[in-house]
């Protein structure tokens, strides 16, 4: 065990989502990791390092209390206005502790651009409502001190629990037709991957803006279909193609200046072979 896993305090805003959770398992046998869970279940009312918390409801300080992390993932998902009030109350905290706050954020952090893929240091501009609100929450912990931040923005991440596999496969199941965007060009990850690096951030002490996403990118028809293609079926499968602009658009976040190590770095084939496992 390295010296710095034994002495952090993790807790994680939302661990009973599906990133959260996979966060969760990754760092809980290297860190004293807390997780916050909305939906009372015996499984997390049985573990005594869960906590219920519901964002538009209860206060983050009393959770904060409790546990006095020295790192806190938010991968809270809830009411945005009430995410906001929260993410402030997060902010006045890691200012006054020794705390860091890992924020995950998305690429649709720039989903106004179209013509280029994205990197850490582009200015965000969003025409989406969730874009808006993770851009604001990011401004606001701009401006902390550096070292009390690290941003992660991801693309659409994927997974043998992931909610979009999930649908995928409930779509085929049901036939019923499966939205593909033509003209998207994006990138892709796994819950595993992602866990992994947010992991390698909090042990090399890392802060500042990181891009998730696969080394290469792809058209989300294509990707789409590759990934029913590998969902068992005994019908044919129906597609809606949905053309939001005439022209190629890119919802992509690739990294230029926060590289990370070549074993964790993810190809976009490779995501759809952890997809078979």
């Keep these: 065990m390295k010296e710095n896993e034994s002495k952090h305090r993790v807790l994680i805003l939302g ?13 809980c046998s290297y860190f004293k990791t807390f997780g916050t869970y909305r939906i009372p ?3 997390y009312e049985d573990n005594h390092h869960f906590f219920q918390y519901n964002v538009e409801e209860d206060d983050v300080y009393e959770v904060l209390e409790a546990t006095r992390p020295t790192i806190v993932i938010s991968a809270l998902r809830g009411d945005f206005r009430a995410q906001t009030i929260a993410h402030t109350h997060l902010s006045e905290y890691v200012l006054e502790h020794d705390c860091k706050l890992i924020f995950l954020s998305s690429a649709n952090v720039f989903d106004a651009y179209s013509k280029y893929p994205s990197y850490e240091l582009d200015k965000t501009l969003s025409d989406s409502i969730y874009g808006h609100f993770k851009i604001k929450i990011e401004n606001m ?15 659409m991440v994927l997974g043998s629990q992931s909610p979009r596999l999930k649908e ?6 049901e036939n019923t037709a499966i939205e593909i965007f033509p003209n998207i060009i994006m990138n892709v990850t796994t819950d595993s991957k992602v866990t992994q690096q947010i992991h390698y951030i909090i042990n090399r002490n890392k802060s500042g803006i990181f891009h998730l996403g696969s080394t290469d990118l792809v058209h989300h028809d294509e990707y789409i279909k590759d990934i029913v293609e590998q969902i068992p079926r005994r019908n044919g499968v129906t ?6 602009s005439n022209e190629d658009r890119y919802i992509a976040v690739l990294p230029k200046f926060n590289k990370l190590p070549k074993h964790l770095q993810i190809t976009s084939s490779e995501v759809l072979d952890a997809l078979k496992k």
């Design 168 to 173: 995928l496969k409930q779509q085929v199941h």
């Design 41 to 43: 279940k015996k499984i």
């Design 141 to 155: 912990l701009l401006r902390l001190p550096k070292k009390k931040t690290a941003i992660v923005r991801l693309p």
């Design 15 to 27: 661990a009973s989502g599906f990133i959260g959770n996979a966060l969760y398992k990754e760092l």
């Design 239 to 244: 597609y809606k193609h949905v053309y939001t």
